[in-house]
């Protein structure tokens, strides 16, 4: 092979690889690229959907259903809600699944429009993405076998294993809490209480409303110990998208007006919601 035609092979080689580049970045960033100096509420309308991050594993609030199949709870419900609101009808909604420690990329790589998945508003999270006002309030808690020893965090030691999930505040808090206990983290909720069943740790913890779902599931548990955290949930929603922000605000202060906030609330947890 000649020089001339070595230099051409090279040559022709560069532009080949910097052309594949340029279309896998192109590929890569599309997503990205097409939510650019649009809000969220503007795509949703475009598309037709709403598109929601959604627990599978947390009954009461996001719960797939074996036996129907169907992903239901109290997050659900109100995801429902705001579909209707944008869209004018409910089921103009897909239901993706997220766990604590994949909503927050998926909401920004635009796999998801919103997460409504129990999630905690923190000052860490809100450097990452916008959150709605709070629409739901709940405290961490002690899940554990009836006639369990533990009755509440004081009585977690050393030799005290404790089910929590990746991702989650609860986490944070019981390390800070109950420094001495031995903290297992697992993918989600349904593995963390599988390990609870099968005496792979003596106690499992998140927020009581997620833990009073489990105990209703098997009267073989209960919760322990009141609360020892506040836990304000918000819809999450991507960062500096204010325009969708107060969207999803006016329809919570709507929703709570117009008493449909109330009745499901009283269809989830079978009481009144407090009093603001």
């Given at each position: 092979?000649?020089?001339?035609?070595?230099?051409?092979?090279?040559?022709?080689?560069?532009?080949?690889?910097?052309?594949?580049?340029?279309?896998?970045?192109?590929?890569?960033?599309s997503?990205?690229?097409?939510?650019?100096g649009?809000?969220?509420?503007?795509?949703?309308?475009?598309?037709?959907?709403?598109?929601?991050?959604?627990?599978?594993?947390?009954?009461?609030?996001?719960?797939?259903?074996?036996?129907?199949?169907e992903?239901?709870?109290?997050?659900?419900?109100?995801?429902?809600?705001?579909?209707?609101?944008i869209?004018?009808?409910?089921?103009?909604?897909?239901?993706?699944?997220?766990?604590?420690?994949?909503?927050?990329p998926?909401l920004?790589?635009?796999?998801?429009?919103?997460?409504?998945?129990?999630?905690?508003?923190?000052?860490?999270?809100?450097?990452?993405?916008?959150?709605?006002?709070?629409?739901?309030?709940?405290?961490?808690?002690?899940l554990?076998?009836?006639?369990?020893?533990?009755r509440?965090?004081?009585?977690?030691n050393?030799?005290?294993?404790?089910?929590?999930?990746?991702?989650?505040?609860?986490?944070?808090?019981?390390?800070?809490?109950?420094?001495?206990?031995?903290?297992?983290?697992?993918?989600?909720?349904?593995?963390?209480?599988?390990a609870?069943?099968?005496g792979?740790?003596?106690?499992?913890?998140?927020?009581?409303?997620?833990?009073?779902?489990?105990?209703?599931?098997?009267?073989?548990?209960?919760?322990?110990?009141?609360l020892?955290?506040?836990?304000?949930?918000?819809?999450?929603?991507?960062?500096?998208d204010?325009?969708?922000?107060?969207?999803?605000?006016?329809?919570?202060?709507?929703?709570?007006?117009?008493?449909?906030?109330?009745?499901?609330?009283?269809?989830?947890?079978?009481?009144?919601?407090?009093?603001?």
């Amino acid at each position: 092979m000649t020089r001339r035609h070595r230099s051409f092979r090279w040559a022709a080689l560069a532009a080949a690889f910097v052309l594949a580049f340029t279309l896998a970045a192109c590929s890569s960033g599309s997503k990205e690229g097409a939510q650019e100096g649009k809000s969220t509420l503007d795509l949703i309308q475009e598309r037709g959907k709403l598109i929601a991050g959604v627990k599978y594993d947390t009954p009461l609030m996001g719960y797939k259903n074996p036996k129907t199949g169907e992903v239901e709870g109290f997050d659900v419900d109100i995801a429902k809600a705001l579909a209707k609101k944008i869209l004018g009808d409910e089921n103009k909604i897909e239901l993706k699944e997220v766990t604590s420690s994949t909503r927050i990329p998926m909401l920004k790589n635009g796999d998801i429009d919103i997460i409504v998945a129990t999630m905690t508003i923190t000052d860490e999270r809100k450097k990452e993405i916008n959150f709605s006002d709070v629409y739901y309030t709940a405290g961490q808690s002690l899940l554990v076998p009836k006639g369990s020893p533990i009755r509440g965090i004081e009585d977690l030691n050393e030799n005290t294993k404790v089910a929590g999930v990746k991702g989650s505040t609860s986490v944070k808090n019981i390390r800070e809490k109950a420094p001495k206990a031995q903290v297992l983290e697992y993918d989600n909720y349904a593995e963390a209480f599988a390990a609870l069943k099968s005496g792979k740790v003596d106690a499992m913890t998140t927020d009581n409303i997620i833990l009073m779902g489990y105990a209703q599931q098997d009267p073989n548990f209960e919760l322990v110990g009141g609360l020892f955290t506040k836990e304000p949930y918000g819809i999450g929603i991507r960062k500096g998208d204010e325009k969708f922000t107060q969207y999803v605000n006016d329809f919570l202060k709507e929703l709570k007006e117009s008493g449909q906030y109330a009745e499901l609330y009283r269809k989830w947890f079978k009481e009144e919601p407090p009093a603001e």
